[in-house]
């Protein structure tokens, strides 16, 4: 013999499924946005890495070039020594001991410059040294990340399937327009699409959805006891509202 299920309980079965999904489901999403956040840190150090040894390069060349000005300033001195020593007249004499002097100066400008240039360059070259060393300790956690995610795959993939396989079976017994409330409601508090109605004080009919905490109009209790065929929402936070068997016999008992 058949047994004949109630809207409220068939909403209850698709309830308990539903939260099971979510629950699979987050596991995996977790997984997949660790990788996603290490993946991007790995690219942005990658980048810079890419920028600082763009930067050195360019400082080494800058060296390079001052050394060979402050060399060209060396052997111009020179040469004009050499053209002193021959010169006889005093003032073409002054004029290249003129020459020789700015030409030191300038020496030794470069050679300042040179310096100041190759000290630059050598902390290029430690930062860049630094970023590798930040990048490639990176590359090992995007590496480990997959791992992960392959492995949560693994676990949780069949049972997935198979949850939302039941979730799909559950949904197909609920009428379409209660069905769309219900995964409004669903995505809204996050799974938490059902409200249990708790007994405060049986007395004096005090009951609350144990979703917001709301005190429940006691008419709203008692269309959920005697019909469990209707939708029957919490007139607070708008979740559905459902009651324990044992709760319920315990009143009806009253
Ligand atoms: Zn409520």
């Given at each position: 013999m058949e047994t004949r299920v109630s809207l409220q309980e068939k909403l209850y079965d698709l309830f308990l499924l539903d939260q099971q999904v979510r629950g699979l489901r987050t596991r995996l999403d977790a997984a997949t946005r660790r990788l996603t956040l290490q993946d991007k840190k790995l690219g942005q150090l990658r980048q810079q890495q890419a920028e600082l040894a763009?930067?050195?390069k360019h400082a080494q060349a800058e060296v390079s070039t001052l050394e060979h000005q402050s060399n060209d300033a060396e052997e111009r001195?020179?040469?004009l020594r050499e053209q002193m020593n021959s010169v006889r007249n005093n003032k073409?004499?002054?004029a290249m001991l003129v020459e020789v002097n700015t030409l030191k100066d300038e020496k030794s400008k470069l050679e300042d410059q040179a310096l100041a240039?190759?000290?630059t360059?050598?902390?290029l070259k430690q930062r860049l040294e630094d970023v590798k060393t930040q990048a490639d300790t990176q590359a090992k956690l995007v590496e480990s990340a997959k791992t992960e995610v392959i492995n949560a795959k693994n676990e949780v993939g069949v049972q997935l399937n198979d949850a939302t396989e039941k979730r799909e079976a559950a949904a197909s017994l609920i009428p379409a327009d209660i069905l769309a409330t219900f995964e409004r409601l669903a995505d809204h508090y996050d799974g938490e699409t059902m409200g249990q109605i708790e007994e405060q004080d049986r007395r004096r009919r005090e009951y609350t959805c144990n979703g917001c905490y709301m005190e429940l109009p006691i008419?709203?209790?008692n269309a959920v006891m005697v019909k469990p065929d209707t939708l029957v929402t919490c007139p607070s936070c708008n979740r559905f509202l459902y009651i324990k068997q044992e709760l319920k016999a315990e009143i009806g008992a009253k």
């Open positions: 763009d930067q050195f001195v020179t040469k073409e004499y002054s240039k190759m000290s360059s050598d902390d008419e709203r209790v």
